[in-house]
């Protein structure tokens, strides 16, 4: 990946997300080494990223930790083309986080999802900090083709939080 485009990638991630919901530049780079993380990216005929998408594989699940396309030409259905992409090439379970439903914005977030086939699962779940100094964030797991018993939730909760936060989790069985 060049760098530039990886810095029309980290543009569109600071114009999209909250700083509690992204990795410093270098944070972020560093992920270009990991074998489970990609990016996957939504150009202009001038070859401009429009959107982006980061996401991690495994063997037992796939997660979209990222989507997001520029804000200047939101609503043009990049993100759903991206998104259905992904999707229709998977022959496992895809989870996101989403903020909590609790303002319209989440709502509306949720609602984009839940029309391309996700479900929001009602258990309990934080993202653990991304950077140094902030505090375990409340999300919601959203999961595709189908919602989750409370088993494989905490399954793929222990995956995502050993394998994309690198946090040791406790044998809570």
């Known amino acids: 990946m060049s760098g530039t485009t990886f810095d029309e990638i980290f543009a569109i991630m600071e114009a999209s997300f909250p700083v509690s919901e992204i990795r410093t530049y270098s944070g972020q780079q560093a992920l270009l080494a990991n074998p489970n993380y990609h ?19 495994f063997p037992e699940l796939r997660f979209v930790e990222h989507i997001a396309v520029n804000p200047d030409i939101r609503g043009g259905g990049i993100g759903k083309k991206l998104m259905n992409s992904y999707i229709s090439r998977s022959d496992k379970p895809v989870l996101l986080e989403v903020e909590p439903p609790e303002g319209e914005m989440e709502q509306r977030r949720i609602g984009f999802y839940e029309r391309l086939g996700f479900y929001l699962n009602p ?36 995956i995502l939080y050993t394998e994309v936060y690198q946090i040791t989790v406790p044998n809570s069985r």
Not at 39 to 57: N, Q, V
Not at 124 to 144: E, K, N, S, W
């Open 39 to 57: 990016l996957y990216t939504e150009k202009d005929a001038a070859g401009r990223t429009l959107a982006f998408m980061a996401a991690w594989e």
């Open 123 to 158: 258990y309990t779940y934080v993202q653990p900090p991304l950077r140094a100094g902030q505090a375990d964030l409340p999300l919601r797991i959203m999961t595709y083709p189908r919602a989750v018993t409370l088993k494989e939730f905490q399954h793929f909760r222990d």
